[in-house]
C-alpha cells in the first residue's frame, strides 16, 4: 500500500485534531504503518524520529516489547467491565503503586480517560466538596496566564491560549486569570527566581480579594505546555501552596503533561516539595499506549462525599471506560520500567546532552531564548532579538519547520514559533544531536523571507 492511496482513503473520509484541513491541500498527511523505539516509518519505508512523543505520551518508545507483553496478558483474561459496583486487580494495583509514589497525602484515585476529562473532574469535585461544606459561594477558579487544560468546556474555560478559547468564550464559565510567573516576561537579567516571587505578589492578591468565592487554583506544575513551552521557578509553586492553605482555597496540579520523569523528577511538585489537593495524571501515565487518566485527591476531600445516598453527596461523574483493564495493565508496565531502570538518572544525562547539543543557538540572532525544564527543550524563534520582537502568527514560521524537518526524518510539531524537543526516554545521544542539526537548519529555512 503507498502513501498516496492512504492519503486519498483518510481525506475522503476523516476530520484530524488541531487542523486547518484545507492545509492538507498542500501540506501531505503523513500515513504511519509502524513504530519502533523512537521512530515512525510511513508506507514507503520512510522513518521519522518521533522528537515530540506523539504529543508528548510516549515514554519508553513505540512497540515497547515490555509493555507489549503486559497488554497482551491482560488481553487474554479481562478486556474491560463496568467500573460502578465492579472492580478488577489492575486498577487496585496502578492505585496502590500511584499512591505510594505521588507526593503526600494523595489517598484517592478517580479515573476516567484523557487529560481533558481529569481536569473536568478534578474542576466539579473541588467545587461540589465545597458545595457539601456548605460553602456553595465558592464557585470560582484561578488560572495562569498562558496556561492550557484540555478542550472540553470546562478545562477549556480555566485555560488562557486564545487560539482555543477565544471562539467558544460564550460557552464557558467565567475565570480568573493570574499572570504567568514564566522567566521568559522576567527583565533583562532578572533571574526566574525572582521573576516568579515578584509574580506571586499578584497571584496572592487575588487570593486575598476572591478567597470567599473561589473553589481552587489550577496550574501546570513548572512547564505551561501548550501555552508555549513556558516555565518557571518552583519556589512560584512553593508560595503558591502556602497561600492556599492560608485563604482556604484548593490546589489543582495538572500534571497531564509534564508528570512521569519529563521535568528532571518523577513529578514536577517534587521539585518545590508540595502537595496538591487533586493532582491530574494522564499522557505518560500507559507510555502512550491506551487512554487513561487519573484524579488522585485527600482523605479529606474524600470523606466530603461518603454519606447515606438520600443526602445527595455522592460525586456521580462518570465515563464508560474508567479504569479499564488494558489500560491499567499499561500503566503497570510502564511504572515497572521506571522501578527496574535507572530512568530518572538516565534522563538527567539526555538533559545534558540536549543542552550542549542546541546551547550554540543561544546566539543565533533569531533565537530569543533556549529554556529547558529537563526532558522538555524549547527554542523560541523572534523576528529581532534586541527588541524581543515576535514574528507575526499569520506568517506561520513555525510551519516551515515543520515541513523541513519531515524532509530530513523527523517529526517537530512547533507551537507557533517555538520549537521544541519532548522526546521518547529511549532516545540516543546521537539522535538528539540529529535533532539539534534538523531544528537549526529548520530555523534558518524559516527565517528566510
Known amino acids: 500500500m503507498s502513501n498516496s492511496k492512504i492519503i486519498q482513503r483518510d481525506l475522503s473520509i476523516l476530520w484530524h485534531p488541531c487542523t486547518q484541513m484545507k492545509d492538507h491541500e498542500t501540506l501531505p498527511l503523513i500515513p504511519i504503518k509502524r513504530g519502533e523505539g523512537v521512530w515512525l516509518e510511513d508506507f514507503e519505508g520512510k522513518r521519522y524520529i518521533d522528537a515530540i512523543s506523539s504529543w508528548w505520551v510516549n515514554l519508553f518508545g513505540h512497540a515497547n516489547p515490555r509493555i507489549n507483553a503486559a497488554v497482551r496478558e491482560q488481553l487474554e483474561q ?8 465492579f ?131 489550577i496550574l501546570e506544575p513548572l512547564v505551561q505546555c501548550a501555552g508555549g513551552m513556558r516555565m518557571y521557578h518552583p519556589v512560584y509553586l512553593s508560595l503558591l501552596r502556602e497561600a492556599c492553605y492560608q485563604y482556604n482555597v484548593h490546589l489543582i496540579a495538572d500534571e497531564i503533561a509534564v508528570g512521569f520523569g519529563r521535568t528532571g523528577t518523577m513529578f514536577a511538585c517534587e521539585q518545590a516539595d508540595i502537595s496538591a489537593d487533586f493532582l491530574c495524571l494522564s499522557k505518560g501515565l500507559t507510555a502512550g499506549y491506551l487512554p487513561l487518566s487519573v484524579v488522585l ?115 517537530l510539531r512547533p507551537l507557533g514559533n517555538v520549537i521544541y524537543f519532548m522526546p521518547p526516554y529511549v532516545i540516543t545521544s546521537e539522535q538528539i544531536q540529529e535533532l539539534a542539526e534538523i531544528a537549526q537548519g529548520g530555523i534558518e529555512s524559516a527565517i528566510r523571507e
Not at 473541588?126 to 459561594?137: A, L, M, T, V
Open 87 to 217: 472492580s478488577h486487580e489492575p486498577v487496585i494495583e496502578l492505585s496502590e503503586r500511584l499512591i505510594q509514589i505521588t507526593p503526600p497525602d494523595l489517598t484517592r484515585c478517580f479515573y476516567a480517560d484523557n487529560g481533558s476529562a481529569a481536569v473536568e473532574v478534578a474542576l466539579k469535585m473541588s467545587f461540589h466538596y465545597w458545595r457539601n461544606q456548605g460553602q456553595s459561594q465558592k464557585t470560582k477558579f484561578i488560572t495562569l496566564q498562558d496556561s492550557y487544560h484540555g478542550e472540553t468546556l470546562g478545562a477549556l474555560a480555566v485555560g488562557d491560549v486564545a487560539l482555543y478559547k477565544e471562539t467558544y468564550a460564550p460557552l464557558l464559565m467565567e475565570t480568573i486569570t493570574a499572570p504567568s510567573p514564566a522567566g521568559c516576561y522576567a527583565e533583562k537579567g532578572e533571574s526566574y527566581e525572582n521573576y516568579a516571587r515578584r509574580q506571586f505578589e499578584a497571584m496572592k492578591a487575588l487570593l486575598e480579594k476572591h478567597a470567599h468565592e473561589l473553589a481552587a487554583v
Open 78 to 85: 479481562l478486556e474491560h467491565v463496568i467500573f460502578a459496583g
Open 297 to 411: 485527591t485527600t482523605d479529606e476531600v474524600y470523606q466530603a462525599f461518603y454519606d447515606d445516598y438520600a443526602t445527595l453527596k455522592a460525586f456521580l461523574h462518570s465515563h464508560s471506560y474508567t479504569g479499564n483493564p488494558l489500560a491499567c495493565k499499561a500503566a503497570l508496565a510502564t511504572l515497572d520500567i521506571f522501578a527496574e531502570d535507572n530512568v530518572i538518572e538516565n534522563n538527567r544525562t539526555l538533559a545534558k546532552t540536549m543542552n550542549e547539543a542546541t546551547r550554540h543557538l543561544q546566539d543565533h540572532p533569531h533565537v530569543g531564548e533556549i529554556r529547558q525544564q529537563g526532558m522538555i527543550l524549547a527554542i523560541e524563534m523572534v523576528k529581532n532579538k534586541a527588541k524581543r520582537e515576535v514574528y507575526p502568527w499569520q506568517e506561520r514560521r513555525g510551519l516551515r519547520v515543520y515541513q523541513y524537518a519531515l524532509e530530513k526524518g523527523a517529526l
